[in-house]
């Protein structure tokens, strides 16, 4: 007896040795560590050549590369790179260069150096060709000339994608790490860090104010806690919302933004039972999405209409959807003939329970508590969900198991709502897993896709997302809010809508 | 009860206690344990909630109660499942002998061979998670221990006068088997088992832990904790309130297993 009782003070003492710790050393104020959520192999970022799937996110993030144009807080284009353009017509665009811009390598950024990058661009990318169309790019002194076979009107947006951070193509591609003309260059790029210093020849007005920046990524949300309470990091990205508390306080400071990033789920229309319009209503009618937000996401969001925030001018200020309604849900059911016969507390319909599978991933956390709050909601109006929340989503989209498959998605990552519908809404989409197939909407994304101007567009839009609500083709529970978490004394640190905007010039610590 | 058995009652009492709260948990739980109420998440013990409330306003006293259900259940059905066929298995070798006993016992050596944890984390990875199959995961991993000790005890009796007045007497291998073989080691065997329901416990609230165990909305002890994960240092109740409930059950079966042990002297008899 007594063995065990030294036992357990031995591992007592073990266990609290672990804690505490003086972590008080002299701060080097030209230095700083940044944690993230947001950067690693399966978010399809690593490395920071913008050619390469997803990678330009970290280039533009990290304050490696710029784009010609980028987006202010309503995610309206401004000048960057470029300094004008002149929409020659509705297939051909001239754009100006600044004429002070430079590489990190001292280059001078004109035409022609535009030119070869967007071309390596159009080459190498899976995603870009389709949706900028180019035909051909010419270059005189700092203007490119940019052709597209057919008509974008969105052209400008795209190439302010992070695809389009602009780079020395002719220095190539060495260990990941690319020349581009942001305030600070890659020196080391691995899979789960990457390692910055100034740019010295940096063009901007404001100069870089940091000597070293180091971009860690760590996954796990309570880690990456830890690491900034005990003042490893100096700030950190994609904290869980519940650790969020821990840093209001006069030690730390945050900054939010909304974002276009919404968490939806699609009714797959190949599922007999979700065909009917009645049972997607239902459905739709049960999910609490206030509560959601306002319990599960602690506030961190915006309980959501359609697929698109309401600072957009086709957001959900100007859409309208059916309401939280417990009982008009179960009378929908009962208008489709579903009714619970045998009292199991599951409605039937030809000794059938109404049962759906439920497929979402885990990566994003806040998906399975949707997925749990929905099932316990849908449970209330007789319908039985069974949740499959995998990293092996992919396998199941495939094999098309699944009833209902709910994802976080940025809807409008360049401020324009076309790419959303091309991409998960018109029919034969590549990620339109709901399989939904609308005649109108093909139509009125044909018409959008030869729209110009941003208020006929938004116009459009807001008719296809309205159709969308209608239709009960997918539900949208919230627009995710993104924040930063920093030590009180880094300044120029903010969170922007866009979601990759992160290190800029401004960045400095006091 | 003679007084040799005597020390065994207060632990006899706290796992019997245990086994009544899984068996009536229907019946003990304040609040249900799935209701969800967001209104109400993650309030602090009170006299409403005695445990308080988790992310979904779910009390978390009911759902520790329910989870007992999963947790103590599941583990000794499994224990059950393991011991008797690693038994059975083991007893056969012993008393057969010949190309089978060599054949499953170099089988139950492959499987000694593996750290257990680890091969039930890819086991039940593969098999994609949910209890069953993270049940079956350790179980494909937990037999050949059984298998192993039933044989050596088989073997140390195989040759016993009693023995062979059985089989002078004509009885049949599976008549010697359950009348002679089984009765004389069930008592190794069962200390074994007693020894490893805590072991067993932990080891299915670990997968359920790492998320390949247990699926939600199940209350499951370690899905439990897992889910609370993120909120040990803002509403520690909703992993502490798990968290002891495994430590308990744990300690009481390890000591009552240990107490087992002295009583039945098991060690003591065989050396």
């Known amino acids: ?510 | 009860m003679s007084s040799r058995y005597r020390p065994l009652i207060p632990y006899l009492i706290l796992a019997g206690s245990l086994i009544f709260v899984a068996v009536f948990a229907e019946f003990l739980t304040p609040y249900d344990p799935y209701a969800q109420n967001l209104e109400n998440a993650l309030n602090a013990p009170n006299e409403k909630n005695l445990l308080g409330t988790d992310r979904y306003g779910r009390d978390v006293l009911s759902r520790v109660i329910i989870g007992s259900q999963t947790t103590i259940f599941s583990a000794l059905l499994l224990l059950l499942t393991i011991s008797i066929f690693g038994s059975f298995i083991g007893a056969v070798c012993g008393f057969k002998g010949g190309k089978l006993d060599i054949f499953l016992m170099r089988l139950s050596d492959v499987f000694l061979a593996f750290p257990q944890m680890v091969f039930a984390i890819a086991a039940a990875g593969a098999l994609g998670g949910g209890l069953f199959n993270a049940a079956a995961a350790l179980a494909v991993i937990g037999w050949p221990k059984y298998a192993r000790i039933s044989r050596g005890l088989v073997l140390t009796i195989r040759e016993m006068p009693y023995m062979n007045a059985a089989k002078m007497a004509g009885t049949s291998s599976a008549g010697i088997l359950f009348h002679h073989v089984f009765p004389n080691i069930a008592g190794p065997v069962l200390v074994t088992a007693a020894l490893d329901i805590g072991t067993i416990i932990m080891e299915l609230a670990g997968l359920s832990f790492l998320g390949l165990g247990a699926m939600p909305p199940t209350a499951e002890w370690g899905a439990m904790m897992n889910n609370g994960r993120s909120m040990l240092q803002t509403a520690s109740w909703v992993i502490l309130a798990p968290g002891t409930a495994i430590f308990i059950t744990v300690a009481v079966f390890n000591l009552l297993g240990d107490k087992l042990r002295d009583v039945l002297d098991v060690r003591g008899k065989k050396s």
Not at chain 1, 104 to 129: E, Y
Not at chain 1, 162 to 167: D, E, L, T, V
Request: glycine share 8%; hydrophobic share 35%; charged share 25%.
């Open chain 1, 1 to 510: 007896m007594k063995k065990k009782f030294l036992a357990v003070l031995l591992s007592a003492g073990i266990l609290f040795s672990g804690c505490g710790g003086d972590n008080k050393k002299t701060e080097d104020k030209t230095a700083f560590t940044y944690g993230t959520m947001a950067y690693g192999v399966a978010m399809e970022n690593v490395g920071t050549n913008p050619h390469e799937s997803y990678s330009g996110w970290s280039t533009l993030r990290y304050g490696i590369g710029e784009t010609l144009f980028k987006f202010n807080e309503k995610m309206q284009l401004e000048s960057w790179i470029a300094e004008n353009f002149e929409q020659v017509d509705e297939f051909t665009v001239k754009i100006k260069i600044k004429d002070n811009v430079v590489f990190s390598n001292g280059k001078k950024v004109d035409g022609l150096a535009v030119k070869k990058c967007l071309d390596d661009l159009i080459k190498n990318h899976d995603r870009a060709p389709k949706d900028l169309k180019i035909s051909s790019i010419e270059a005189d002194g700092q203007f490119v000339t940019i052709k597209s076979s057919e008509k974008v009107p969105a052209l400008l947006n795209y190439l302010s994608d992070p695809y389009g951070c602009i780079i020395d193509v002719d220095e190539g591609v060495k260990d990941k790490i690319v020349i581009g003309t942001g305030p600070y260059k890659a020196v080391k790029v691995t899979d789960t860090q990457i390692d910055l210093v100034k740019n010295e020849n940096y063009w901007g007005e404001v100069k870089p104010k940091l000597e070293k920046i180091v971009v860690k990524s760590i996954t796990d949300g309570d880690t990456l806690t830890m690491a900034m309470q005990n003042g490893e990091l100096d700030a950190v990205q994609g904290l869980p919302y519940s650790s969020l508390k821990l840093f209001e306080n006069e030690k730390y400071k945050i900054s939010q933004s909304d974002t276009s990033r919404i968490y939806q789920a699609a009714f797959n229309f190949k599922t007999p039972e979700l065909q009917d319009l009645n049972v997607r209503k239902a459905i739709s009618m049960a999910i609490d999405k206030e509560n959601f937000t306002k319990v599960l996401l602690n506030g961190n969001g915006t309980p959501a209409v359609g697929p698109f925030p309401a600072n957009l001018s086709f957001g959900d200020n100007e859409v309208h959807a059916v309401n939280f309604d417990l009982e008009g849900a179960k009378n929908l059911l009962t208008e489709s003939g579903w009714k619970d016969s045998d009292g199991d507390g599951y409605v039937d319909k030809n000794g059938k329970n109404l049962e759906l599978k439920y497929l979402t991933y885990t990566s994003r956390q806040e998906l399975p508590l949707l997925a749990e709050s929905a099932q316990a909601s849908l449970k209330k109006i007789g319908i039985k969900l069974n949740v499959n929340a995998t990293d092996n989503y992919k396998t199941f989209l495939k094999s098309g198991d699944y009833d209902i498959f709910s994802k976080a998605i940025v809807t409008a990552p360049t401020g324009d709502p076309e790419y959303y519908f091309t991409s998960h809404i018109v029919s034969g989409a590549v990620d339109n897993a709901g399989f939904y197939d609308s005649a109108e909407i093909s139509q009125l994304e044909n018409e959008l896709h030869n729209t110009f101007g941003a208020e006929n567009r938004s116009a459009l839009a807001i008719k296809m997302s309205q159709k969308i609500l209608d239709d009960c083709a997918l539900f949208y529970a919230s627009h995710l809010k993104m924040s930063f978490v920093m030590k009180n004394n880094v300044e120029g640190f903010t969170a922007h809508p866009s979601d990759y905007y992160e290190i800029r010039p401004e960045l400095e610590k006091k």
